[in-house]
């Protein structure tokens, strides 16, 4: 008998092994495909609610887009940011919605990874065009040679790791002087002032540091009702993996145990040593 998905996640969500999480994630795509939904999901981020003045998007979004939430939280982590002409990195791409949202936002040519392999499929199926492109990759092993791009993009996908100190050693490999790591996610506390003090010690300088906790929260507040016949599973896993209110993520946010934070990050150019 074939396991549920919620077989391959840990009770405490933020314990799931790397393996629970490939497994999950590529049971997923199957299920998206088998209920006849793959085609408009192309989303899987918790998605951003403005709750106040302070928003950064320097996009509008139309009236009636789909999974509209997702797409703000997206322009949230971008910000004013001019990604034309560069070469762009999403790890831990998923269905490819982020990446293809960039790639059309942008004259950039994107690369999307993620360890999901039923992902990556789907992607190249889909996301068709000369400025986009996916492969399987592991965000602990970026497969992408050494300063080869622009910005790194990581939405709602690092605290999946299990390895925080090796994941920003990679980005910092793979990023040329300049490059901006665009970050967000949802990490405890003492996770964030980890990431801030490696990062620093990695060469980069952090210049937003905001915590969009609320706005998250607002947006898995307008959740969709009908999760357990899409995924299947109604196991209460499911519902913390899609941080549904009353979920232990979901309270664990609204408690300050965790915090949903955008950080954008450039890579400091090495001193140049002056004339002697």
């Known amino acids: 008998m074939n396991q549920p998905m919620s077989a391959h996640l840990a009770d405490d969500l933020l314990s799931t092994t ?53 797409v ?48 990556i499929g789907f992607c190249r199926k889909t996301h068709l065009g000369d400025s986009i492109d996916f492969t399987v990759g592991d965000a602990l092993d970026i497969p992408l040679a050494d300063e080869s791009c622009d910005a790194v993009l990581n939405v709602e996908s690092s605290h999946s790791y299990g390895n925080l100190p090796k994941f920003l050693s990679e980005v910092r490999r793979i990023c040329r002087p300049g490059a901006w790591f665009l970050h967000t996610d949802f990490l405890s506390p003492d996770d964030w ?15 937003d540091d905001r915590d969009i906790t609320a706005n998250v929260l607002a947006s898995r507040d307008l959740a969709s009702s009908n999760w357990e016949q899409v995924y299947g599973d109604g196991n209460a896993r499911v519902a913390n993996f899609l941080a549904l209110p009353g979920s232990a993520i979901y309270e664990q946010m609204r408690a300050g145990l965790l915090e949903y934070r955008i950080l954008r990050s450039q890579l400091r150019a090495p001193a140049t040593s002056g004339p002697r």
């Not at 002032?193 to 210049?207: C, N, Q």
């Open 193 to 207: 002032d980890f990431v801030r003090m490696r990062l620093a010690k990695l060469g980069f300088s952090t210049g």
């Open 72 to 119: 703000r939280l997206v322009f949230e982590v971008i910000g004013s940011l001019d990604l034309n002409d560069r070469t762009v990195v999403e790890i831990g791409c998923g269905r490819g919605g982020n990446s293809r949202l960039v790639a059309e936002r942008f004259s950039a040519q994107v690369i999307g990874i993620d360890m999901s392999a039923e992902a």
């Open 18 to 70: 790397a393996d629970g999480w490939h497994s999950f994630y590529d049971l997923l795509s199957r299920r998206l495909e088998a209920v006849g939904v793959a085609d408009s999901s192309f989303f899987l981020n918790y998605g951003y609610v403005p709750t106040d003045s302070h928003n950064e998007s320097s996009f509008a979004i139309r009236d009636g887009t789909f999974n509209a939430n997702s």
